[in-house]
Each structure stands twice: as structure tokens, then as C-alpha cells.
């Protein structure tokens, strides 16, 4: 059935429902996010079967710094802790094997001085990597993303680099932390709405929204939302 799918050049996906099922196996909802964390690493072996090139995912909104010290300290030790592996000599030739670039966007400089380093690290040593790009959205927000974007640009104008003429929707792209546009964006959770993630980029995506909690999703609920995404004519705006 797979190899019937039209397969999306560049998938993205809101990792939602980790408190939620943290509660629904009674446990305290800060646990959830290391269950979506382990449900997250058998997505990336998943997209490498299916051949998705590219990868887009909402790991941390800018919002979700404004949780409870206890859930935001939770969090940040996980993403630590994932981050970490791809820095050990094992971890690494994992992704030099695939050749995995990693890119990170939102407003880095919120997050933990930790994390920014690990950011750093993972950006520097995959960056000539070509086969396999993995987007990690964190501390981001699509509203600030383009206001971040308009700053430079009035920068950029106001020291003479650009003219106010020369500004349009191309070149708005490429002061995004991101130009690239999502085929397919998922969002688990039951939750029916985008949440302030790649407003700019995701005009045209299509968006498939599933009922079941991000620590459920299976290889089968990818291949599910794949064979909707496979029935859709998409016809940007014409």
C-alpha cells in the first residue's frame, strides 16, 4: 500500500497530547512529554522508510515557556537528554550516515543557555549534510516569526541594503527563520486548529488532523494520513 503514496517533499507536524495521555495512564502531566519524546524517535525511522525528505517539527511554541517552572524544567531536560545522543559518537554517525542536516527555528535566545549550545553544536556539525533536512521548531511562534522578519527587513532598508521597492513575497521568504513550505502538515491530539505554527509557509499545505494523542501515533497512523493526503487534489489558489 505504501508504494502506492504520494509521498510529501516536506512534512510537518504539531507534536500535541503529551499532558493528556500523561493523565490518561495517570500519571503527573509533565511525564507525557518523555512518551512523546520515544514516540517522536520512531517517527524519524518511519519518515526515513517512507522517504520524506524533509521534516518540519513543532517541538516548542514560544507560549509553552509560559507553563510551570516544574513542566517547562521537564521539558527542556528531555530535549536535552534527546539532543545529547545525536552528539555521541553513535548518535552522530546515525545522522552522518543519513546525512541529516538539522536546522532550528524560533527565538533560540529564550531557551536555556544548555540548549543553546547543543543548538549550535548539531547546526555546525550537520550542516553540510544534503539528503535529509530536519527542522525543529522551538520557542517559536508563526506571529513572531514575521515580525521578527519585518525588523530585519526595515533594518536592511534603513541602512541602504535594500529599497523599499524590492520588497515581495519572495524576498519576505527569506528573512523567515524557514523558506520552505510544508505538503502536508499533521496535528494529533483531536485539537482542530494550527496554533500559530508556519502561518506564512503553510497557505497552501494541506492539514490532516487525527483524533489520537501524540504518544499513540503509529507508522500506520503516518500511512493513514499519507493515503489522505495521497486522495487530495491540490490546486493552490487556481
Known sequence: MAENLKIPKHLGIILDGNRRFAKKIAKNPWEGHAYGADTFRKFLDWSKELEIKELTIYTLSAQNLQRSKIEVDTLINVIVDKFSYFLTDKGFAELEQDQVKINFIGRINLLPENIQKLIFELEERTKNFNNFKLHFAMAYGGREEIVDAVKKIVDDVA????????????????????????????????????SNFLPWQSIYSEWVFINKLWPEFTKEDLISCLEEFSSRERRFGK
Open 159 to 194: 541602512s541602504g541594503k535594500l529599497s523599499r521597492e524590492d520588497i515581495n513575497t519572495e524576498l519576505f521568504g527569506e528573512y523567515l527563520y524557514l523558506n520552505s513550505e510544508p505538503d502536508l502538515i499533521i496535528r494529533p491530539s483531536g485539537a482542530i486548529r494550527t
